[in-house]
Structure formats: structure tokens, C-alpha cells
């Protein structure tokens, strides 16, 4: 019968104690030209070599996230801007953006687009929640598979919502970037494609029904593309974005403070020294008629000169002719 007098702990940690002389002597014994010394040397060059290439992915890595961040706070500024100059209120904008973000969430688009899209798109009357985000995220699924940005199909979407209706050079833009829009709303509508056509020459699509045909054909394609090794780099990119517009937004509002509070004063200089201004200007103006007067008497003079020089050349070639 075992008898349990205790329980024991043993610690593991590693340790690279030794590591390099353990190398540095198995780099000897397969080659008799090289020597301890030699090994070691290797070791500090390429200590040297990996240590200047983390540096140099570090200062990548920062200077990517300032710009993407400034680029982000801007962007989203301009776009929260043109919802409220479109008359929504502080709880409209925030449900917006709210929306923008949920369209591009593990995408590799950018909430900076997205916003952008979502004003023009709501400013055309799409409705906010639901209805927005579906067709945000159907912009998005429909400019992955196209390859344009998510700006230009924003702009198509928004034609068509705008106008209440496809129209023939909607439909064009988005088939001619290799999107089966024909196909789509055939398989909605259940007829066929020239049926479609026909339709559309007639104002019969209206925005629900394309942004549904839309959404049942290409729905999930932005997700498919944000696990690419593109989408992945680009995901990574506005993952930077958003710490670097974290970092850099509170710095953009002093900033903004600063320039309005600037306004003002410069205004008030400008007043300030305008009699100065106009009193240099008036004898700035005043020398230059005198100096353009004294040059036109110059010329005058020279070409008078050059009257009289050509008239003795012919004289003197009279003279000698005779």
C-alpha cells in the first residue's frame, strides 16, 4: 500500500546560459576554420542585423499608425461634420457611425470609407439601423468583388437610392467591374434576364429590390475577403488606424482649439496694420509709376538712337556709293 507523505513541486525555467559557447564550439568541431572567437563574431553581426531590422519594422510600424490614425480622425470628423450640416442630430450621428462600424467589422475597409458612405447613403434617404447597416454592408460585399473602392460603390448606391430607382448607367458602372447585376435580380425577382433589362429601362427597380439582389448574391464577400493575405494586411492597417486615431484624436482637438481661438487675433492684426498696408502699397505703386516712366523715356531714347544710327548707315552707303 502507497503512502502519500506530501506533495513535492519542482520548478522548470529556461535558461539560455551558455548557449552561445555551446554553439560557438559545435560551429568548430564541423569546420577546423572556424574558432570560438570567430562564432562569436557571427553571433554579435547578426545580433547587430536583427536588432537594426526590428528597429526599422518598429518605425514602420509607428509611422503607419500616426498616418493611418490622423487619416482616420480626419475622416471620420468629416464625415460626423456633413451628418450634422444634413441636419442629424447627435444621437442620429452616433447610430450612423454605429452602423459604419458594424458594416466593416473584419473587413478590410476602413471605418474612415464606411462613414463617408454611410452620409451620402442616409443623406439619400436609406433609413438608419438596420436597413443602413445591410445596405453598408452590401456596398462593402459588392466593392470586394468588384476591386474598385468602397467610395465609388458608395457613390453608385447612392445614385440609385437618390433617385428611387436603377437606372441603366448604374447597372453599366457595377457589370462593367465584373458584378453579374443582370443575374442577380433575375434570381430575385424569378425572370429572366431580359426581362430585367426591360424593367430596368422602365424605372421598375427600385432600391429595395436591387439592395436585396445585391445582398443575396454577394453577401459575405467582404468577410471571404478580410481572410486573405490582403485582407489580413489590411485589417492589421486599420486595426493601427484605430490605435493611432486613439492616440491622435485628443491632440486634433487642441489643435482645432488652438487655430479657432487664432482666427481672431489674426483678423484683428490684419485690421490692425491695414493703414500700414495701404500706405506701403500706395508708394510701392507710386515708385513703380516713376520707375516705369523713366524706362519708357529709355526706350524711347534707344529706339530714337537706333532711328538715327540707321539713318547715317544709309547716308554713309549713299556716300560712298556715289
Known amino acids: 500500500?502507497?503512502?502519500?507523505?506530501?506533495?513535492?513541486?519542482?520548478?522548470?525555467?529556461?535558461?539560455?546560459?551558455?548557449?552561445?559557447?555551446?554553439?560557438?564550439?559545435?560551429?568548430?568541431?564541423?569546420d577546423p576554420q572556424v574558432s570560438t572567437k570567430s562564432a562569436q563574431g557571427s553571433f554579435?553581426?547578426?545580433?547587430?542585423?536583427?536588432?537594426?531590422?526590428?528597429a526599422t519594422?518598429?518605425?514602420?510600424?509607428?509611422?503607419?499608425?500616426?498616418?493611418?490614425?490622423?487619416?482616420?480622425?480626419?475622416?471620420?470628423?468629416?464625415?460626423?461634420?456633413?451628418?450634422?450640416?444634413?441636419?442629424?442630430?447627435?444621437?442620429?450621428?452616433?447610430?450612423?457611425?454605429?452602423?459604419?462600424?458594424?458594416?466593416?467589422?473584419?473587413?478590410?475597409?476602413?471605418?474612415?470609407?464606411?462613414?463617408?458612405?454611410?452620409?451620402?447613403?442616409?443623406?439619400?434617404?436609406?433609413?438608419?439601423?438596420?436597413?443602413?447597416t445591410n445596405s453598408l454592408k452590401t456596398v462593402a460585399d459588392t466593392a470586394q468583388i468588384s476591386g474598385r473602392s468602397l467610395t465609388d460603390i458608395g457613390t453608385i448606391f447612392g445614385s440609385v437610392a437618390a433617385r428611387g430607382k436603377l437606372q441603366g448607367d448604374d447597372m453599366l458602372q457595377l457589370m462593367s467591374s465584373g458584378v453579374p447585376v443582370l443575374q442577380f435580380l433575375s434570381k430575385q425577382l424569378?425572370?429572366?434576364?431580359?426581362?430585367?433589362?426591360?424593367?430596368?429601362?422602365?424605372?421598375?427597380?427600385?432600391?429595395?429590390?436591387?439592395?436585396?439582389?445585391?445582398?443575396?448574391?454577394?453577401?459575405?464577400?467582404?468577410?471571404?475577403?478580410?481572410?486573405?493575405?490582403?485582407?489580413?494586411?489590411?485589417?492589421?492597417?486599420?486595426a493601427l488606424s484605430r490605435l493611432g486615431a486613439a492616440i491622435v484624436t485628443p491632440?486634433?482637438?487642441?489643435?482645432r482649439q488652438i487655430?479657432?481661438?487664432?482666427?481672431?487675433?489674426?483678423?484683428?492684426?490684419?485690421t490692425f496694420v491695414s493703414p500700414l498696408i495701404d500706405l506701403m502699397g500706395s508708394a510701392m505703386s507710386g515708385a513703380a509709376g516713376v520707375a516705369a516712366a523713366a524706362l519708357t523715356k529709355i526706350g524711347d531714347g534707344l529706339n530714337a538712337a537706333g532711328r538715327m544710327s540707321t539713318a547715317m548707315t544709309a547716308v554713309v552707303v549713299t556716300v560712298g556709293s556715289a
Open 1 to 30: 500500500m502507497a503512502l502519500d507523505l506530501g506533495t513535492a513541486w519542482i520548478q522548470v525555467a529556461p535558461s539560455f546560459s551558455g548557449l552561445k559557447s555551446a554553439v560557438a564550439k559545435e560551429f568548430a568541431g564541423l
Open 190 to 238: 424569378h425572370v429572366s434576364s431580359a426581362d430585367v433589362s426591360d424593367m430596368v429601362s422602365k424605372g421598375q427597380i427600385d432600391f429595395a429590390t436591387f439592395s436585396a439582389a445585391m445582398q443575396a448574391g454577394l453577401g459575405g464577400a467582404a468577410q471571404a475577403g478580410g481572410e486573405t493575405f490582403t485582407g489580413a494586411m489590411a485589417n492589421a492597417r486599420a
Open 44 to 54: 554579435s553581426k547578426l545580433a547587430k542585423v536583427a536588432a537594426g531590422t526590428l
Open 57 to 132: 519594422v518598429a518605425g514602420g510600424v509607428a509611422a503607419l499608425t500616426l498616418k493611418g490614425g490622423i487619416d482616420r480622425a480626419l475622416s471620420i470628423e468629416g464625415a460626423q461634420a456633413k451628418l450634422k450640416g444634413l441636419g442629424h442630430d447627435s444621437a442620429s450621428v452616433t447610430s450612423i457611425m454605429n452602423s459604419a462600424l458594424d458594416s466593416v467589422k473584419g473587413t478590410a475597409y476602413g471605418l474612415g470609407d464606411a462613414a463617408t458612405v454611410a452620409a451620402s447613403l442616409s443623406a439619400a434617404g436609406v433609413a438608419e439601423g438596420a436597413d443602413l
Open 259 to 270: 487655430f479657432n481661438a487664432l482666427i481672431p487675433a489674426i483678423d484683428g492684426f490684419t
Open 251 to 255: 491632440a486634433l482637438d487642441g489643435l
